[in-house]
C-alpha cells in the first residue's frame, strides 16, 4: 500500500485549486477522478453555460431593439453554436488530466473508504495522512415511472439539434438558464415548477418580473406542478403532470435539482457523518473524522454551491494544512446571479429577509432611465439595495440584462464597506456605467 500526506477525491474548482497549492510544497499527493478531470464546471457547467450565453444574449438583445437602431434581429443558430462550444470544450478533461499528470499522481476511479485513512480505487489501497473529499453534487434524478427518457444538464450542454418543443422539470439555476437558451434559439419551452416561484434564494419579487419577462419571450410556466410519469408516444414524450395535464414534446430535461456524490464513497466504512444535504462540517472544513476534510459543493454547510465558495475553501483549507492558520473560516460577501435573459443577481443581505426586518432600510432603484439601460431598452431594470441601522449598504439585488456584471460592482462594497469619503478619495470609475453610481449607494 502506497502512502501519501494528501490524497483529494474529485477534481473539480475545489480539488483542482487544493491540488495547485499542494503541488508546491513537496509533500506526497494523490488525486483520484472517477469521472470527468476538471469536474461539473468546466465541462459541463458554468464554463460552457456562460459560453453559450453570449450568443443567447447578444440575439436577445438585438431583438429587443427592433425599431430602436437594429434593423434586423439576430437569431441563434443552434447546431452551430454547438459545433463552436463542443470544439472549445471537449477536450478539456483530457487536457485537465494531463495538466494534473504533472502535479502529483493520479487514481483513475472512484475512491472509496476502507477506512478512515485508507481508499480504495478499482482493487488498489492508498494510505493519506490528510484525505480531502470534494467530489462535489451531480443531477438530481427523479424516480418517477418513465425516468429513462428523462434528460438532464450535461445532456443539454451537448444537445447537437435543438429540439422542436422541451418540456423542464424544475424551476432553479439550471432550468431557468438552459430554458432561455433553447427558447432563444426557436424551441417552444414549458417549465413545471414544483412551488409557486422559480429561483429561490433570489429576491422574489425580481424572480416574478423574470417570470413575466420570460413569458414575454415565449417560455410558459405551470407553477405548482410536477411531473408524475414520462411515456414513449411514437417518436415523441409525454408528460403527466400532477394535475393530470399531459403534455407531449420532444424533449423532456430533468432539473429538479442536485445532490452530493456520496453513495460511492463507502463513508459509514471510515465512520464519516452525512446527510442528505452532504457531509457535515466544522469551521474548519473537518468532517467527524478527524485528518478527513471536505470542500466544495460535497459539504452540507449552509452556503450557495457556487465555484467561487469551493475555490475559497480550498484556499482556507490550504492554509490550515500547510500554513498552521487555525482561524475558523468565515465566508465573506458572496455574489451570485442567474444568466438568463434578464439576467438576476445578488449580494449580501436579500431585500426579502429585510423588508419586515427593523434593523434595515430597502430602497428600490428603477435603471431603466439612465441612457445605459435605455439604449438597451431595458425598461425592466432596477435595483434594490439593503442598508443597516447605521446606514452601511449590506445587500444588493438586481434585475437586468447586465445584472451580473452591475452587483459585483458592489460586492466589494457590501463585503469593506467603505464610506462616502474614501470612496469619494480613492475611487474614480467609469462613466456612464453602473460603477459610476456606487457613490450615490453610499450613505455614511
Known sequence: MKNYDYIILGTGPAGYKLTQLLAKTGKSLLAVEGGLFGGTCPNVGCEPKIFLSGAVHTALA????????????????????????????????????????????????????????????????????????????????????????????????????????????????????????????????????????????????????????????????????????????????????????????????????????????????????????????????QTSVAGVYAIGDITSQPVPKLTTVAELEADYLYRQLVKGDQEPLRYPTIGTAAFAFPEIAQAGVNPEEAADDSRYQVVEHDLSFGSFYAGLNEQGAKLTVVYDRDQQLVGASEIGATAADDINNLVPVIGLQPSSREWQRKVLPAYPALADKVFGLLKQ
Open 62 to 285: 438585438s431583438q429587443q431593439l427592433v425599431g430602436r437602431g437594429i434593423a434586423q434581429p439576430a437569431q441563434v443558430d443552434w447546431d452551430q453554436l454547438m459545433t463552436v462550444k463542443k470544439a472549445r470544450f471537449d477536450s478539456w478533461p483530457a487536457e485537465t488530466k494531463a495538466i494534473y499528470e504533472k502535479m502529483c499522481d493520479v487514481a483513475v476511479g472512484y475512491g472509496e473508504f476502507v477506512d478512515a485513512h485508507t481508499i480504495q480505487v478499482n482493487g488498489h489501497q492508498y494510505h493519506g495522512t490528510h484525505i480531502i473529499i470534494a467530489t462535489g453534487h451531480r443531477p438530481h434524478r427523479l424516480d418517477i415511472p418513465g425516468k429513462e427518457y428523462l434528460h438532464d444538464s450535461t445532456d443539454v450542454l451537448s444537445l447537437s439539434h435543438r429540439p422542436d418543443h422541451a418540456v423542464f422539470i424544475g424551476g432553479g439555476y439550471v432550468a431557468i438558464e438552459l430554458a432561455t437558451f433553447l427558447a432563444a434559439a426557436g424551441t417552444k419551452v414549458d417549465l413545471l415548477i414544483r412551488s409557486d416561484r422559480i429561483l429561490r434564494g433570489f429576491y422574489g419579487k425580481y424572480a416574478q418580473e423574470m417570470v413575466d419577462q420570460l413569458t414575454a419571450w415565449g417560455l410558459t410556466f405551470h407553477f405548482q406542478t410536477t411531473a408524475s410519469a414520462v411515456a414513449k408516444t411514437g417518436e415523441r414524450v409525454t408528460v403527466t403532470t400532477n394535475h393530470g395535464e399531459q403534455l407531449t414534446t420532444d424533449y423532456v430535461v430533468d432539473a429538479s435539482g442536485r445532490v452530493p456524490n456520496v453513495e460511492k464513497l463507502q463513508l459509514a466504512a471510515a465512520g464519516i457523518k452525512y446527510s442528505r444535504r452532504g457531509i457535515d462540517v466544522d469551521d474548519h472544513l
